[in-house]
């Protein structure tokens, strides 16, 4: 019996989920890498959206190139890291400071700490788009 309670409890997470996120974002987490929803809501402007997730990097963890279908607003919740953005110099930022990352742009971003790093990601995208778009 528990093991068909804990089937359905799946199905209904993983539809619940297909439901609300599209499948690059269920599937994102990366080892190392942790991504935490917060909340979603669509703008006043049309065809916008906000998206807000929590993002914990281990220590020595890359999240790779990659970008986003709108801009991207950061603020480091805990430890180091650092930001590589395509056309511009990396940047150390530790908690407290806060990035911008414009539309399109290639990124990375790398704990460089001995400890967990975790930002508070803003994102204003495309609705419907893949939040999280890999450099192929």
Known sequence: ???????????????????FFTPEEVCAQAPGIQRTDLQRH??????????QVRVDIAPGVL??????????IIYVLE??????????????LKAGDVLFVPAGKVHSAKNIGNTNAAE???????KGKPLVVPKK
């Open 79 to 92: 430890g180091t890291f650092v930001y590589e953005i395509e056309g511009e110099a990396p940047k150390t």
């Open 42 to 51: 669509d703008l006043s402007t049309p065809g916008k959206e906000m998206i």
């Open 1 to 19: 019996m528990k093991t068909k309670t804990n089937f359905i409890m799946s199905v209904m997470l993983v539809f619940g989920l297909a439901t």
């Open 120 to 126: 508070l990601a803003t994102y204003i995208v495309e």
């Open 63 to 72: 999240a790779p190139n990659h970008s986003h279908p709108g801009e991207e």
